[in-house]
């Protein structure tokens, strides 16, 4: 029930605005708040670090290199340096990195999709947390 309260959520929001919030890897992020909203990459942190680490990678990737499925296979293989560096991974952003590295989105990607749908599912993890008993959400602010 909360993965597809959160899936509608995006999809909505993605109708409505015309953002592309609706991407597989904030799906993703998505089932792992709906699914495993305790485990350490279901966290604020790891979603919003881990996503914004792998995205100014992979733009960094393709401004260099161009888009290719080469840069993506690159941006996804060295976004995990990052997140682990930082303490925050999450898996989901490693197919941020891929989107990047295959598109080649304008920098403003970070803020519209990436921080705007990782915040969509925060907010909205808390709120099934505070709504759904026994799905506490977050397990951790760190």
Same mark, same amino acid.
């Given at each position: 029930? %909360? ?16 953002l592309a919030l609706f991407a597989l890897p904030f799906v993703a992020t ?23 680490? #792998?995205?100014?990678? #992979? ?5 260099? %290199? ?5 840069? %993506?296979?690159?941006?996804t293989a060295l976004s995990l340096a990052p997140m682990m560096l930082l ?9 941020? #990195? %891929? ?44």
């Amino acid at each position: 029930m %909360a993965l597809l309260v959160l899936l509608l959520l995006l999809a909505a929001v993605t109708t409505a605005t015309g953002l592309a919030l609706f991407a597989l890897p904030f799906v993703a992020t998505a089932a792992l708040v709906a699914m495993a909203p305790g485990a350490p990459f279901a966290q604020p942190r790891s979603i919003v670090v881990g996503h914004l680490s #792998a995205t100014a990678l #992979a733009l960094g990737a393709t401004a260099v %290199a161009g888009p290719s499925v080469w840069t %993506a296979a690159v941006a996804t293989a060295l976004s995990l340096a990052p997140m682990m560096l930082l303490r925050a991974p999450h898996p989901p952003a490693a197919a941020t #990195a %891929a989107l990047v590295g295959l598109t080649a989105p304008a920098p403003l990607y970070l803020l519209t999709p990436v921080l705007s749908a990782s915040a969509l599912v925060i907010v909205a993890g808390l709120v099934i947390g505070r709504a759904l008993p026994g799905h506490d959400y977050p397990a951790s602010w760190r």
